[in-house]
């Protein structure tokens, strides 16, 4: 079982002892692959990596099979994040089944989850457990990516120490 404990304390289960993580944003080109890799980035440092399965998907079609964003990846290389290869995938409900959490980053991912799949516990903004960060902002429209990397950072580093 899994407890997330700061501003809301949730009960989680997983089928296997690895606790099953998927990031969300609309396209999974540069906000949701972006925390895939930082979250993987981190856990690897803590020696945690091998009790976690991240993931990132889209709630859209548009990107499908491209790869990370070029801008994107140059704030990952600029912070140290590596990364592969990436084709991006819209989620699916065996996903949604199988994940015991999914972070989206803003309201909008927030109703295309909701559209796509009801309403689910599972369901949680990636801030929800970081102080002053409303909500994380497309780079795509921005153009903010050294910003979105380090606000994502502080949310997943928030996420982790709540994962004990």
Not at 21 to 35: D, K
Not at 116 to 131: A, Q, R, S, V
Request: proline residues 2%; glycine residues 4%; charged residues 30%.
């Amino acid at each position: 079982m899994v407890y997330l404990k700061k501003k809301h304390q949730k009960e989680l289960t997983s089928l296997d002892n690895m606790t099953k993580i998927i990031f969300v944003c609309h396209g999974n080109i540069c906000r949701s692959v972006a925390a895939e890799y930082i979250c993987k980035d981190i856990l690897l440092k803590q020696g945690r990596l091998d009790k976690f399965e991240i993931s990132s998907r889209a709630t859209s079609l548009e990107e499908i099979g491209n790869d990370i964003y070029p801008p994107m990846k140059y704030a990952l290389n600029k912070y140290g994040i590596s990364f592969d290869k990436h084709h991006a995938k819209q989620i699916t409900r065996k996903e949604v089944e199988d994940a015991d959490l999914i972070f989206y980053m803003d309201y909008n991912n927030q109703r295309n989850l909701e559209r796509m799949f009801g309403y689910n516990p599972k369901f949680h903004l990636i801030t929800e457990h970081t102080d002053f960060i409303e909500v994380i902002g497309d780079p795509w429209y921005t153009d903010l990516f050294d910003e979105v990397v380090e606000e994502l950072k502080k949310c997943i580093e928030d996420i982790l120490y709540t994962l004990r």
